[in-house]
């Protein structure tokens, strides 16, 4: 049987339990703000690069 790490809310970093999925803590424990602010500070992050030929 293939050994599953556990996931972690990137937001709380709470450990979720094996039977949860990110989706459904996400929705459950968190308002669409604080998962909205946390998506765009990762748009932030990324640095847009031009494609060089």
Do not use: W
Request: aromatic share 4%; net charge negative; proline share 8%.
């Amino acid at each position: 049987m293939a050994f599953k790490p556990p996931i972690e809310c990137p937001i709380c970093r709470d450990v979720l339990e094996l039977d949860r999925t990110l989706e459904n803590h996400l929705v459950g424990a968190h308002t669409h703000d604080e998962v909205a602010r946390y998506l765009a500070s990762l748009h932030d992050q990324t640095e847009m690069r031009p494609i060089s030929d």
